[in-house]
């Protein structure tokens, strides 16, 4: 494909201003164009959610919460970079749009020139478990150092692991750092904020139904300063949107 050079600076990405006697060059128009493109190119979204975005998410099946939610979303990249809260954090059921709203609100700061990258969560731990292996590509070496440095970090299905000391201290180190240093953080998760205590469900087997929380996958430092670096979003119960079947109940 060919790209067309810019008519306003030749492709220099330049505009030179002259004005009386002084002259000097400010950034043109096709530079920040440009810059959103490879911003969303090299982000690593994955296909599925690459046109995920605000216009295509449906407020149908629960639309006055569905719509609150995505307020809440929206002002979190209005407000976008906020010093108190650099990140936000999309809580619910499998299938409720989490992935699909967190893709749209990064995207929006992609489009705005901000730089960022997606990992799914338990990649990023296989990669940086991996990267402990001494014949480790540079790719997984970097995977540790990149997900502390990015602009912004999309973390999704965060706590989708098993826990072991190793997730834990990585993870707790990723958002230490992260949160220290105020540096955005989109994630989102399937865990509950609820203490452990065990659910009696209404079955007639009376299992008890011990849902993992935040706190049981990730440590108490994590939830700690996942709440207190980001804006934390619940989502509604809505039916799957994979299967349109309840997730529960
Ligand atoms: N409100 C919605 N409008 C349009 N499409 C939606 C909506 N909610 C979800 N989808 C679509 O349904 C699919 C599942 O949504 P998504 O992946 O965002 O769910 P999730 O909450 O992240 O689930 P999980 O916890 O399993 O990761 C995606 O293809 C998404 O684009
Ligand atoms: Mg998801
Ligand atoms: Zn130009």
């Given at each position: 494909m060919s790209i067309a050079v810019c008519p306003d600076c030749n492709g220099t990405g330049w505009k030179i201003l002259e004005q009386a006697e002084l002259s000097g060059a400010e950034r043109c128009h096709c530079h920040f164009e440009g810059r959103a493109q490879r911003n969303e190119a090299s982000a690593s979204i994955p296909p599925l959610y690459r046109n995920a975005s605000f216009d295509n998410?449906?407020?149908?099946?629960?639309h006055r919460e569905l719509a609150s939610v995505m307020t809440t979303v929206k002002s979190f990249v209005r407000e976008f970079?906020?010093?108190?809260?650099p990140g936000l954090l999309l809580m619910g059921?499998?299938?409720?749009?989490k992935t699909h709203l967190a893709v749209a609100a990064f995207r929006e700061l992609l489009k705005r020139g901000f730089e960022g990258l997606f990992y799914d969560y338990q990649n990023l731990l296989d990669r940086i478990r991996s990267?402990?292996?001494?014949?480790?590509?540079v790719s997984d070496k970097e995977a540790y150092r990149v997900a502390m440095e990015s602009e912004i970090l999309l973390l999704d299905?965060?706590?989708?692991h098993r826990v072991t000391d190793f997730v834990e201290d990585t993870v707790t180190s990723i958002l230490t750092y992260r949160c220290n240093n105020r540096k955005p953080l989109i994630a989102t998760t399937n865990l509950s904020d609820t203490d452990s205590t065990p659910v009696r469900s209404e079955?007639?087997?009376?299992k008890v139904d011990y849902r993992l929380t935040l706190t049981d996958r990730l440590g108490m430092r994590s939830r700690s300063r996942l709440f207190e670096m980001c804006k934390v979003v619940r989502m509604p119960l809505v039916e799957d949107y994979r299967t349109g079947s309840w997730s529960r109940h």
């Amino acid at each position: 494909m060919s790209i067309a050079v810019c008519p306003d600076c030749n492709g220099t990405g330049w505009k030179i201003l002259e004005q009386a006697e002084l002259s000097g060059a400010e950034r043109c128009h096709c530079h920040f164009e440009g810059r959103a493109q490879r911003n969303e190119a090299s982000a690593s979204i994955p296909p599925l959610y690459r046109n995920a975005s605000f216009d295509n998410f449906s407020t149908k099946r629960a639309h006055r919460e569905l719509a609150s939610v995505m307020t809440t979303v929206k002002s979190f990249v209005r407000e976008f970079p906020n010093d108190q809260h650099p990140g936000l954090l999309l809580m619910g059921d499998p299938g409720s749009g989490k992935t699909h709203l967190a893709v749209a609100a990064f995207r929006e700061l992609l489009k705005r020139g901000f730089e960022g990258l997606f990992y799914d969560y338990q990649n990023l731990l296989d990669r940086i478990r991996s990267s402990f292996d001494p014949t480790a590509g540079v790719s997984d070496k970097e995977a540790y150092r990149v997900a502390m440095e990015s602009e912004i970090l999309l973390l999704d299905d965060l706590g989708a692991h098993r826990v072991t000391d190793f997730v834990e201290d990585t993870v707790t180190s990723i958002l230490t750092y992260r949160c220290n240093n105020r540096k955005p953080l989109i994630a989102t998760t399937n865990l509950s904020d609820t203490d452990s205590t065990p659910v009696r469900s209404e079955g007639a087997s009376g299992k008890v139904d011990y849902r993992l929380t935040l706190t049981d996958r990730l440590g108490m430092r994590s939830r700690s300063r996942l709440f207190e670096m980001c804006k934390v979003v619940r989502m509604p119960l809505v039916e799957d949107y994979r299967t349109g079947s309840w997730s529960r109940h």
